[in-house]
């Protein structure tokens, strides 16, 4: 490698007319008699990188006739404006060393199973899709952060070994902390994040949780990456007004930083512009149950909405849905009960458009101390474990609500990709732990 | 509650003059005949609130009188300047409703045990040196995103779970992932990062790190978060400016945006200026063992620094020292030999002054295929298990390097506090899960 400075393709635009070098892999190359093209990466883009036989010396044409797919090289020339280009720019060749030769590159352009393509993940990353995918993930938790600290919200990192459920205790990931004790692998960060409200009044956290679910459908994830925002003295109404604002501010990023990624990735931006601009519609459970009727989906109050209920409620908005005021008897035990139905929680469930399910969940939470340990009982869970949790409405109780966001749904949903597996680097399924 | 807007206290200095509401906790009180001094917290600050019994209304004089320490309330005043005051300002209360009186509030000022407090962390987590540590943190984290994603670098998490370990077996945890297979949680995200610098260049990670640890010093968490950058074609070279200017970036703006929480930690900041502001001093591994000679330590070619020469060679300087040049067999086996010394390896540590130890740990990685092939069978780990590692040397290989940073450990150097589990909000330790 040469030691003089090196530029990125993303910085190409500005540099028209100098002479640059760049370090990358090669993406594709078409050879016309005595004009090489050369389709270069470096990550942050790709440019056309352009050899005339005549105008190079011999080596240079002989060294650019070993690239294959994936080698990594290093390449000077002069930027040129080129606006049928990708970026509007190309590099007109002068000099070119080759790193390393890459031989039996394994994605081909044909059609590959998903199973090989999951097995090389590693490899599979490096194509353009999956690199537009990631930069959009990367764009969104980006965006989480600007959205919180913006507002004056502190970072609390939830623990990841908790020794008791949130939820219940099924589907949990079990490991053996100390030789007399078990540990299990969170699935929400919420009730370490209550008591951090009563310390920092608007905190947040951000990471990965866990479920041990035994299912293969397309949105399940054994591993995935949540933020869980949650506000002391905030009720349900200032919780929806979160949530909305929240998921317009990291769409409209999307939408403004990530421009060529969701071209690349040929993504119909109507519900992202729908959704940046528009309100989201607020639908009771109650009323959702009648649309749902009206639909031909024979759902009684008490029951759950399932994924073709989620998408029935949907069909006919371009822009997210809030359904709130669930039952209480299908939500967690520390919702709040409605005062004026108490049959219901002042729960909220954010569906995204186009079928892409439930993003959000979130509620205000129970501030009474003996209604919440009435429910812990209810839903026999056990007291003791909870006591630092019933500890939050002892001591200076405070009405306090927050959400859960799964990152992989929402990137999904952004890039237009059913699968979540394509929206989490290296996936963990079931029977899918390698790479 | 009111249903009106309220004022955070971190906001009050530039509503002078204006009546404002607020909402929190009492923090401390102060009685004096017929003034009432209440200090109140809502997590974004504090502000002393004055009542003046003939001033309010009687109901408000009686209502401020059952406030005692940790009770929410709701106070309504008009802010005005106090320069004596933290904050510069005061409020004047006129309205105030108690929203839940505190009883028997466990966290006296009386010296309390440590391991009280931290079976108490999460009322623990009030207390103003805990809340002033846990922004601190936030600011950390903060400024590691900012720095990345304005350098160009994306995101990209690397998995928890994990089939094989990244360095060696030992202190691991372990769970069933499958009735069949067994999964470990993640010491390092490195090896993750690579193949995804071959796709996108410049990346990081940064998530919750895990070491089954059997030892109880201030130095051990089993649970901590890491942020780890790895970058294509950069050299040992530039991956010592890497660390430096990262290290710098983030202890400017600690020292910028959080300077009422040092304040109130009492931290001397001489070293932390002197950290934005000089050059770190490098030195070659063989080079410490000659200085520590000279102070006594009888250290040879081969041995490992342990916390004691680690403080030593920090002794007379108020930055931190980069150590490089570490002989290769006490370092990993992914590590790049130094060309013109193959007896060592191009890895690098950071050393905090002051005695806050090791706080960062990278290299340059081994990019030729068959020497990290004989690497790996030296170390006796499993070929097979690591295949999918080997493959970034093999599919256009280039050179790249990164390091990791524990945030805790950083966190502690900037607070001036000597144990880790002050500076994560739940700190997991050898029997030590709850809360």
Same mark, same amino acid.
């Given at each position: 490698m040469s030691t003089g400075p090196v530029a990125s393709v993303s910085g190409l635009r500005s540099r028209i007319g100098e002479t640059v070098t760049l370090r990358g892999w090669l993406y594709n190359r078409r050879d016309s008699g005595k004009i090489r093209f050369l389709v270069f990466r470096d990550g942050s883009g790709y440019v056309q990188c352009v050899v005339v036989k005549k105008e190079v010396p011999e080596e240079v044409w002989t060294e650019s006739d070993r690239l294959t797919q994936e080698s990594s090289f290093e390449v000077t020339g002069v930027v040129r404006e080129a606006p049928r280009q990708e970026g509007g720019v190309e590099v007109g060749v002068t000099g070119l060393t080759v790193l390393s030769v890459c031989h039996d590159w394994p994605i081909t352009p044909k059609e590959h199973g998903v199973d090989f393509l999951m097995s090389q993940r590693h490899l599979w990353l490096r194509s353009a899709k999956q690199v537009a995918i990631l930069r959009v993930r990367s764009e969104v938790e980006s965006a989480i952060h600007d959205f919180y600290h913006s507002r004056g919200y502190t970072r609390v990192d939830s623990p990841i070994l908790t020794p008791n459920a949130c939820e219940g205790t099924s589907n949990l990931f079990e490991t053996q902390y100390t030789e007399e004790e078990k540990a299990y692998l969170s699935q929400s960060g919420q009730l370490y994040l209550e008591p951090a409200a009563a310390a920092l009044g608007k905190v947040y956290c951000f990471g990965p949780t866990f479920r041990a679910e035994k299912s293969k459908t *397309? *949105?399940? &994830?054994r591993e995935f990456w949540m933020v869980e925002p949650e506000v002391a003295f905030l009720e349900i109404d200032g919780l929806k007004a979160l949530a909305e604002e929240f998921v317009k501010e990291l769409t409209a990023r999307v939408l403004d930083r990530r421009k060529e990624d969701l071209k690349r990735l040929e993504r119909d931006t109507t519900t992202l512009e729908a959704t940046v601009a528009k309100p989201f519609p607020r639908i009771d459970y109650r009323e959702a149950i009648e649309i749902l009727a009206t639909k031909g989906f024979p759902v009684k109050f008490g029951d759950d909405l399932g994924g073709d209920e989620e998408t029935a409620l949907t069909e006919g908005f371009d822009t997210p849905v809030m359904v709130t005021r669930y039952p209480a008897a299908i939500k967690s035990f520390y919702m709040q009960p409605d #005062? $004026?139905? #108490? $049959? =219901? =929680? &002042?729960g909220l469930d954010m569906l995204a458009p $186009? %079928?892409? %399910? $439930?993003i959000i969940g979130g509620s205000q939470r129970i501030h009474d101390h003996d209604l919440l340990l009435s429910r812990i009982r209810q839903h026999e869970l056990p007291v003791e474990a909870f006591q630092w949790y019933l500890d939050v409405r002892k001591y200076g109780s405070f009405p306090h609500s927050g959400f859960g966001m799964g990152l992989e749904r929402f990137t999904a949903w952004m890039c237009g990709v059913p699968h979540l597996r394509e929206c989490i680097p290296y996936p963990r399924m079931l029977y899918r732990i390698y790479p």
């Open positions: *397309r *949105r399940h &994830l #005062p $004026e139905d #108490p $049959e =219901v =929680v &002042l $186009e %079928g892409y %399910g $439930e």
